[in-house]
């Protein structure tokens, strides 16, 4: 089987990658993925926020153009999309955290970013969850928001199937060389060729990238999630509230509200399966600004974990290596996958189609940049 482009991974990142690569005119473009269906691997274990408030340019922008076409993509799918915009609501209680939140939305609101600063009150208003003792700062954004990672992942295959992807799932890449002016993807017994190959493998980067003698400095970390019972007089719509001292996030979920927290010093590994003493470690976290669900029965069943493809700066990789411009690398999102894939996509379909990228500035997401040791400006502070 022949493609212009074949792109390895068929959740978020690649599928948005391929829909644009269609949009861009490419005429064969195929995804191969090792699971049965599409969305299978972190996609499909996301938490399902969008959000523009980050603390470095490339990332709002990535934001911005993604939610924007989620919003779009929503509309045109009859609501498969499933976005809501509920709004983030960062707090800060600490003076570190507070400087860093004065840092970060005086760089949204340069790049137009809608943000707000809230009062004690008015977090208490729109949050009625949150505890604002020691509060310093609080900064909303409206914009922001959640989607359904299923749905999401639905709309984008669907898309491009309509507009002539293929997709060829149950197939694990296991080797990758070029030959000529041909690049041969081996699936087992399997053998695709092809123009360019887009490494957009999410956990399994670097194993997909080191079959192309590539190395790949992207890490996946286990990230637990938990969805409370229901808590007693919860109001029904809450924003997704971030604790930025403690790292710790909430939002509603039915009738309860899912938790999320991300341990940075958590090791590098494939395993999804839910670490139970992540119960005692967020739960020592939650007093300090969400004492509500402290109260609230947790059920084994809705606890589950998914991984974090990241990088040592938390800033993705969209670059093809000086000596293969033909392997283009899309991965190391950190857990921010759904919420940049169709800037990601759009990147990508422009290096194919014109040889570089017009529509943002992909300086800060080249690969060499960690060989060059030149990460001060680029390093993501906003990591949930």
Not at 72 to 79: K, M, P, Q, R, S
Not at 160 to 185: K, M, N, Q
Request: glycine share 10%.
């Amino acid at each position: 089987m022949s493609a212009d482009v074949l792109v390895v991974g068929a959740g978020a990142i690649g599928l948005a990658v391929a829909l644009e690569l269609r949009r861009a005119g490419v005429e064969e473009v195929t995804v191969v993925d090792r699971h049965p269906s599409p969305g299978m691997g972190s996609t499909g274990r996301a938490n399902g926020g969008v959000r523009a408030q980050f603390a470095t340019e490339i990332n709002i922008r990535f934001s911005q153009h993604t939610i924007q076409a989620l919003a779009e993509l929503d509309v045109a799918t009859a609501g498969r999309v499933g976005y809501r915009p509920i709004g983030y609501l960062f707090m800060a209680g600490t003076a570190a955290s507070a400087d860093a939140l004065l840092r970060s939305v005086a760089m949204q609101r340069s790049l137009g970013v809608p943000v707000e600063w809230m009062t004690a009150h008015r977090v208490e208003e729109l949050a009625p969850l949150v505890s604002v003792r020691g509060l310093r700062s609080a900064a909303f954004c409206a914009s922001d928001g959640i989607i359904d990672p299923s749905g999401v992942t639905a709309a984008l295959c669907a898309e491009g199937r309509r507009l002539g992807v293929h997709y060829v799932f149950d197939h694990t890449v296991s080797g990758i060389e070029r030959s000529g002016d041909v690049a041969l993807v081996q699936c087992g017994e399997r053998t695709f060729e092809a123009a360019y190959v887009v490494n957009a493998a999410g956990p399994f980067a670097r194993e997909v990238a080191a079959m192309e003698g590539v190395d790949l400095p992207v890490a996946p970390r286990r990230r637990n999630l938990v969805v409370t019972e229901p808590i007693p007089d919860a109001p029904p719509r809450i924003p997704m509230c971030v604790d930025m001292d403690t790292g710790v996030l909430i939002r509603r979920e039915g009738p309860g509200v899912l938790i999320a927290y991300s341990d940075p010093g958590s090791p590098v590994t494939l395993d999804t399966s839910f670490d139970d003493a992540y119960l005692d470690d967020v739960a020592a976290r939650l007093v300090n600004r969400f004492p509500a669900p402290l109260a609230a029965t947790i059920d084994p069943r809705k606890c589950w974990a998914g991984l974090y493809p990241e990088t040592a700066d938390h800033h993705a990789i969209i670059d093809a290596p000086s000596d293969a411009p033909w392997f283009i690398q899309c991965a190391g999102f950190g857990g921010h996958g759904i919420m940049h894939s169709l800037a990601a996509g759009r990147a990508v379909a422009e290096l194919v189609t014109a040889g570089r990228c017009t529509s943002f500035d992909l300086a800060p997401l080249r690969l060499r940049r960690f060989a060059d040791k030149d990460l001060t400006l680029t390093v993501e502070t906003a990591v949930l």
